[in-house]
């Protein structure tokens, strides 16, 4: 079992994963940016319906404003943009490759994130070289058609078996972080809780207030 980076725990406070879908006819770098711009500590790159090379001259643009913010930022399931866009890191889910391939091709200095809804896959994946946890859906969501719910007993069952940091994510509002406070989260992740607002600089730094006074002693 590796030492735990308590720097990492830190960055994943207010996790934000990119949705296209909120976009009209703004880019996606710019609502990121203003998610930048309102406190977000990790971004991850999530994109299901794009070509491979506009995919990476995305990776490459979102990369360098989370850099100009001191954010981390990672790619969601694709390794090879991943790898090639130089990102901090990937994430994978229960249907991408096995965290160790990933492992082997990122390299030891890349932060890999893995998906888990049950204690088992969350302690296969620390053993199998994850840096942090992704653990939902923690509350029901419209933002992934295949999201499957974790219940409270069950996320912080499994914050309580493994060594390495885990995020609730799944329909997380600024009303609803509450109910997770006791759960041993080191943060949490959100899509439209962000994305899907019309002022999102603001959202963002309201709901990273919450976050903070819920979670801040906790961490």
Avoid at 130 to 150: H, I, Q, R
Avoid at 156 to 161: H, L, P
Wanted: proline share 1%.
């Amino acid at each position: 079992m590796k030492e735990r980076d308590m720097r990492l725990d830190k960055k994943l406070l207010l996790y934000a994963v990119t949705d296209r879908k909120w976009l009209e006819d703004r880019t996606l770098a710019a609502d990121v940016e203003e998610a930048l711009k309102g406190g977000v500590t990790f971004v991850q790159l999530r994109e299901k319906n794009l070509g491979e090379e506009e995919f990476y001259r995305e990776a490459l643009e979102i990369k360098e404003l989370c850099k100009k913010y001191n954010c981390l930022f990672v790619v969601n399931d694709n390794v090879d943009i991943a790898i090639k866009a130089d990102a901090d890191g990937v994430h994978v889910g229960q249907d991408d490759m096995a965290a160790n391939d990933v492992r082997t091709l990122i390299g030891e200095n890349k932060i890999l994130g893995v998906s888990a809804q049950t204690v088992e896959q969350a302690v296969k994946a620390e053993k199998m070289g994850a840096d942090y946890l992704g653990v939902g859906a923690v509350f029901p969501t419209n933002s992934k058609d295949d999201a499957v719910e974790v219940d409270y007993a069950t996320l912080k069952e499994i914050c309580e078996s493994v060594n390495i940091p885990v995020i609730a994510i799944g329909g997380i509002t600024r009303e609803n972080v509450c109910e997770l406070s006791d759960s041993k989260i080191v943060g949490i992740a959100v899509i439209s809780a962000i994305f899907g607002k019309k002022n999102i600089r603001r959202e963002t730094q309201m709901l990273k207030k919450t976050v903070e006074e819920i979670l801040g002693g906790k961490r």
